[in-house]
């Protein structure tokens, strides 16, 4: 009788198509708000895997539900919620804010399911919170910085000014900063990130420059990076205050830039895990064809996420298809033993990449669009700092 | 003969228009007083002063011999006045029997009382029936009383006053906007009330008023020109020139 | 259901579903329904304690919101210290000490802000319940120890003898029977003497003040016990969901509670529950449907408020009543 | 007594010098906007929570327009009457119905109009939001004197904010419609009384309103990007100005939008470094933005709690 009705409302509430040989992936993302620029490259980027991979994963067809978070770490606890209770998803994948993932993981991991972040890396997640079932296909948040810290060292930069958002994955942006960084930090400012984030930085770009330091680093991704980026050449810093970025002049906000003819940031260096010109197959392959397909470079969302499809496939055709015997396609995962676009990496004990970290420098290429092209490897195999204290082995 | 309210040196004035100057007022237990002058006297902002509704700039006021002067208008009810609104002033949501009850509750004690239903306690509900009858509105007692005519809301207010049990009813026009006929009707339960209550009538309706008032006073521009008894005031020179006069 | 009034029994048939369907979830193995409903009954009780002070005191408060949030945090702040160590003196997972924390903190910031707010009226009063809440939000996005603008894991929910919160099923029943006891309470005080000063001053405040009603106060004891009952829906919230943040305090999040008891009737003892049910449900329905669900949400609730005066149960009970 | 751990950083006058002129300019865009919601709010009585809406409308069609024509300035003087065309059209079919209503439903009219607006931005110019390019002069600096060096367009902004306010007490103080504008803020049923077609004032007030609102956020777009929600971030904060103004006043809006851009802006510069003397770095920088951000959430509180009715209400009311 139970079951009847169960099978019944199946039916009729979730009109879900028979069962067939299928392996379902909840991805949450941002797709409202100005954040959505970023969601959109992750789908975009998604869709093409799927397309690349002929729709099916082995044996399985691949159907990919999305979810929106709204840029709200509640809203994304919430769609994590429907993607594991209702649509009873076998992976749970996507994430670009860390305060977001933060806020979900429970969720997902409670209900049993495998997570993998295409982005966001908190070191909470890095570190105590480790979980055997949750896997990263970026970075751990302190490592981008850390490669720039190492690239300010080398330049001889003695003393900076750090401007990032007051959340998760700002703080430790700055703290992977001060772990490499042998200069002094002159000052710091914390802005208000989220839905109603600051945008106007008038006030800390006149403590940064009265400041007297060498340089400016900062973390302003999406949407504020174009804000930010304005600003501070408007303010005159470029000879004054020369800027150190991560996360910010990237593939997001360089068409924006380079339609309002911005052409300050051409040739500014920034620290990445991959660029649009690293050299192998796969990468070849997802830049021409996102570049054909959506007519913009893919930004390093969007290759985090295609990564992902294809680390699931990988894992999915070592296990046969098979998803109750999840040990399997645990162990399939970390072997990570697929074609990643930034080249072969392993998986650490905390299941976060161990991977190369490149400095960029932001180019106009042959058909004048700019983009970003790999000026020299900062970090070579760079373990994020947290996983000595993750249990797992 | 003792005097009830006593009122000394009143003055209020908005933004340098005088409303009350100077006003003395002497109100004696029982006895109905009239207030009369014409428009823009400042009838209404004495009455709003004597009930606490708006603060006066200088004087003083005086209930049964205590200074209410600074005391705020519910504790003012509390003391013993209650006042009739010359535009009617119900709560037009509530029923008939409600409005009058929660006057008689006020009489009642504090009414921080949470749980038990207000129109399931007898006492109160009756003595609102009551009052309802008093005044001839019994069969709307559980009307909407935005149902009601204009000359039933007069009459409502009425209700209001009496439930309340106050010493001192200030009744501000009590027969404005009302036909002939209701004119009449209000006019006879006024007088059924003299010598039971004080009260202190403001009222455009002459007739009325040399019915019904023991004392008259006469306010024009603000301050009392006269105060007597009727006939007094009838042949005062000064009313007649200044009030009376000018018809 | 001989001897009920039309309301009476709608009012009880509603309450029925709103309890049978989502055990039905539960039996059938729909747990996201389950957490549908659990949300939608805590919202409820917030709507209700707004509809208090809204409906039956003309009091519009929007800030209301701030009360989920501080309800939420205290339960996640003595969770957050019984796992982690400092503050011994507040660090607890016991529920009686943590519901206890919410009611008493709610009903306490509503005595000290609402002093200052009552004083103000109209747009005034809207605008200066809305700052209060801004203050909670922020101060809240300030404190670094509870994550800040990231918002606080609930690890452990409330612990009760007997009752398991972790189970969805028995959060359900809990909050649905705080619902009915919130409705209940609410139905009695507005009937109650108290409740007649309180009406009768939203519909005229200076012939209530001469009948000698310190209304200032009645409205203040309103406002306190409100508060104090959005609190302890918040303390649920803070349980359901094990995440809390200041976003749920956001101004937007006030105006939610605002729209669920316009939009069920206000100052009718089902509204707000009603209100509330067809608001997540509603939402819940489009942002499946589209990502840009809000478009049509929107163009919802401008047109409840230019059509359907009254709200749903005004509907409900049709013309005749 | 808390106890300092560092001597007090001497005062920078230079940089306190450019922080006050960033905050005047943060406290005339937020006029800009004020005064539209005082003047929609004082005569028409409409609660506009929509009005930040209009502002992101503005910035959105001055940033398209900018392309198209190529020019800022050009663009900003098309993109002012499309504004309010916008603005008279939500006046006649969300506003006018809800005249006679209470404030609760203004409130939420508006609030729905706004996820409508927002979302209506998104499904038309997509979710990334719109850098508007200046013209070559006004992506510069301005050297002041000594060593204060600011942004061109910031100086542009405060002198178009000056300009407007200056146009604004102009027309409510020496134009007909001003008079009528004042009346209407004090005394509704008068000027009808003076056989005034009070429904096209009220049309005509609240496009006015729209066309400032659109202004600002013109103003804003070459700096912050034109992005969707910009308006929700602002129309509190110009809710607070107004009611700290006194509701209706033009004077009490340009006051309490100067001192609120000064607080916000020396909260955001100065703030931290004073918390530093009584707390570690880290707590400092974490806690001084959420704090500097509630001290206009603590003004209007304290403003109200010893005048009710804001800082210069109108005359009468």
């Not at chain 3, 101060?139 to 509870?146: K, L």
Request: proline letters at 3%; aromatic letters at 10%; hydrophobic letters at 50%.
């Amino acid at each position: 009788m139970k079951r009847i009705i169960s099978a019944a409302l199946a039916a009729s509430f979730l009109a879900a198509p028979a069962f067939g040989a299928e392996v379902k992936i909840g991805f949450v993302t941002t797709l409202t708000t100005g954040a959505a620029i970023i969601g959109k490259d992750m789908q975009n980027a998604v869709d093409l895997a799927v397309e690349h991979m002929g729709g099916k994963m082995g044996d399985l067809d691949v159907n990919v539900i999305y979810g929106d978070d709204g840029f709200k770490p509640e809203t994304g606890k919430q769609v994590t919620d429907k993607l594991v209770q209702q649509d009873n998803v076998d992976f749970v994948a996507g994430f670009i804010w860390s305060h977001v993932l933060l806020a979900s993981r429970k969720s997902a991991l409670d209900a049993g399911k495998i997570l993998i972040s295409t982005n966001a890396g908190p070191s909470q997640m890095a570190g105590d919170l480790c979980d055997k079932n949750f896997f990263s296909t970026s970075w751990q948040n302190d490592q981008t910085p850390m490669a720039m810290g190492e690239v300010l060292n080398q330049k001889g930069v003695k003393s900076l000014y750090v401007m990032a958002p007051n959340y998760a994955a700002g703080k430790d942006m700055v703290a992977g900063l001060e772990r490499t960084f042998k200069g002094t930090i002159v000052g710091k400012d914390l802005t208000k990130w989220g839905a109603d984030a600051q945008l106007d930085f008038s006030a800390e770009l006149a403590k940064a420059k009265a400041s007297g330091a060498e340089g400016l680093f900062v973390f302003y991704p999406g949407a504020a990076a174009g804000a930010f980026t304005k600003q501070y050449h408007q303010a005159g810093l470029k000879d004054i205050l020369p800027l150190y970025s991560v996360f910010t002049v990237d593939g997001i906000s360089l068409p924006k830039l380079q339609k309002a003819g911005f052409d300050g940031v051409l040739g500014s260096k920034i620290t990445q895990e991959w660029d649009p010109s690293l050299d192998n197959a796969a990468n070849k392959k997802f830049v021409a064809d996102f570049k054909a397909k959506y007519g913009t470079y893919p930004s390093f969302y969007a290759a985090q996420s295609y990564d992902a499809m294809f680390l699931i496939k990988s894992a999915i055709e070592a296990v046969g298809g098979d998803l109750t015997n999840q040990d399997a396609v645990r162990a399939a995962i970390k072997a990570a033993n697929y074609d990643s676009v930034r080249g072969h990496y392993t998986y650490g004990n905390n299941n976060f990449p161990i991977q190369n970290f490149y400095l960029r420098e932001v180019v106009a290429d042959a058909d004048g669009n700019w983009t970003t092209r790999v000026d020299s490897i900062v970090m070579e195999n760079a373990q994020d700092p947290y996983a000595a204290e993750c249990p797992l082995k | 003969m003792t005097t009830l309210l006593s009122v000394k040196g009143l003055k209020k004035s908005f933004g340098g228009v005088t409303a009350t100057d100077d006003v003395d007022l002497d109100v004696i237990k029982g006895e109905l007083h009239a207030i009369i002058g014409p428009n823009g006297a400042g009838k209404t902002t004495l009455i709003s002063q004597l009930s606490g509704a708006v603060k006066p700039d200088a004087g003083v006021i005086m209930l049964n011999g205590a200074n209410i002067t600074h005391k705020p208008a519910h504790t003012r009810a509390r003391l013993g006045i209650t006042r009739s609104f010359q535009i009617t002033s119900l709560v037009m949501d509530m029923s008939v029997l409600d409005n009058v009850a929660l006057a008689v509750q006020a009489t009642d004690g504090h009414s921080f009382k949470f749980l038990k239903p207000a129109r399931k306690i007898g006492h109160i509900r009756d003595k609102a029936l009551a009052m309802l009858a008093e005044v001839g509105l019994a069969e709307r007692a559980e009307d909407p009383t935005r149902n009601l005519s204009h000359g039933e809301h007069r009459q409502m207010e009425l209700a209001i006053a009496l439930a309340s049990e106050a010493e001192l009813m200030l009744l501000d026009e009590p027969m404005a906007g009302l036909g002939p006929e209701e004119s009449a009707t209000m006019v006879a339960y006024l007088k059924s009330l003299k010598g039971k209550r004080t009260i202190l009538l403001i009222e455009h309706d002459m007739d009325a008023v040399f019915a019904l008032a023991d004392r008259i006073s006469v306010l024009v521009y603000g301050k009392v020109i006269a105060t007597g008894l009727p006939d007094d005031i009838r042949s005062n020179d000064a009313v007649r020139h200044a009030y009376l006069g000018e018809e | 259901m001989i001897g009920f009034s039309r309301s009476a029994r709608i009012n009880i048939g509603v309450m029925a579903i709103l309890a049978i369907l989502p055990v039905f979830f539960w039996w059938t193995g729909q747990t996201f329904y389950l957490s549908l409903a659990t949300r939608l009954v805590i919202l409820a009780i917030a709507a209700v304690s707004l509809n208090l002070i809204l409906g039956y005191g003309g009091l519009i408060s929007f800030g209301h919101a701030a009360y989920i949030g501080i309800g939420a945090y205290a339960v996640g702040i003595p969770a957050h210290h019984a796992l982690y160590g400092g503050m011994d003196f507040i660090a607890s997972n016991n529920g009686f000490f943590q519901i206890a924390l919410a009611v008493v903190a709610a009903a306490v910031f509503a005595l000290i802000t609402g002093a200052i707010c009552l004083r103000t009226k109209g747009v005034y009063f809207i605008m200066i319940t809305m700052a209060f809440a801004q203050m909670v939000y922020y101060f809240f996005v300030s404190i670094e120890e509870y994550g800040g603008d990231d918002g606080l894991v609930i690890d452990t929910r409330s612990e009760f003898p007997l009752v398991n919160l972790d189970q969805p099923i028995v959060l359900f029943l809990v909050s649905y029977v705080v619902l009915v006891l919130a409705m209940w309470l609410v139905n009695a005080i507005v009937n109650s003497r108290f409740g007649m000063v309180l009406q009768s001053a939203k519909g005229n405040n200076d012939r209530t003040v001469t009948l000698g009603y310190n209304t200032y106060l009645y409205r203040l004891t309103a406002y306190v016990i409100s508060g104090a009952m959005c609190g302890l829906a918040g303390a649920l919230l803070g349980n359901f969901a094990t995440f809390i943040s200041p976003e749920m305090m956001d101004w937007s999040r006030s105006g939610e509670l605002m729209f669920m008891v316009i939009l069920g009737g206000t100052a009718t003892a089902l509204g707000p529950v009603l209100g509330a049910a067809v608001f997540v449900v509603v939402a819940q329905f489009l942002s499946e449907l589209t990502i840009y669900w809000h478009l049509p949400f929107g163009l919802m609730l401008i047109a409840v408020v230019l059509f359907a005066r009254g709200g749903l149960s005004g509907i409900l009970r049709g013309k005749g009543s | 007594m808390f106890v300092l751990k560092s001597g007090i950083p001497p005062l920078d006058t230079t940089l306190l010098f450019v922080q006050t002129l960033n905050g005047v300019q943060l406290g005339l865009l937020l006029f800009l906007v004020a005064s539209g919601l005082t003047l929609v709010f004082g005569i028409l009585d409409f609660v506009n929570l929509a009005h930040g809406s209009l502002y992101m409308l503005g910035a959105f069609i001055c940033a398209s327009l900018t392309f198209l024509v190529g020019n800022f300035l050009l663009a900003v003087l098309i993109a002012l009457p499309i504004t309010g065309v916008l603005g008279y059209l939500i006046e006649r079919f969300v506003a006018r119905p809800l005249y006679a209503r209470d404030h609760l439903d203004h409130v939420l009219g508006t609030f729905g109009l706004i996820l409508v607006l927002d979302t209506s931005v998104h499904l038309i110019w997509g979710p990334a939001g719109i850098a508007v390019p200046l013209p070559a002069w006004l992506e510069g600096q301005v050297g002041l004197f000594g060593d204060v060096v600011v942004p061109s367009f910031r100086l542009l902004i405060i002198a178009a904010g000056l300009a407007a306010a200056a146009g604004l007490f102009w027309l409510v103080n020496y134009t007909r419609l001003g008079m009528l504008i004042r009346a209407g803020a004090s005394n509704r049923t008068m000027v009808s009384a003076l056989g005034i077609d009070i429904q096209s004032l009220f049309a005509l007030v609240f496009a006015l309103g729209a066309m400032l609102a659109g202004l600002a956020g013109m103003l804003i777009a070459p700096i912050t990007e034109a992005s969707i929600g910009m308006g929700n971030n602002i129309i509190i904060t110009a809710f607070v100005v107004i009611i700290v103004g006194g509701i209706g006043s033009m004077k009490g809006a340009f006051f309490a939008a100067l001192l609120i851009g000064l607080i916000d802006t020396l909260g955001r510069a100065f703030l931290d470094d004073f918390f530093k003397l009584f707390m570690s770095s880290d707590a400092a920088e974490n806690s001084a933005p959420a704090l500097s951000a509630m001290l206009i959430y603590i003004l209007m509180a304290v403003v109200l709690s010893v005048r009710p009715q804001g800082l210069f209400p109108p005359k009468v009311r």
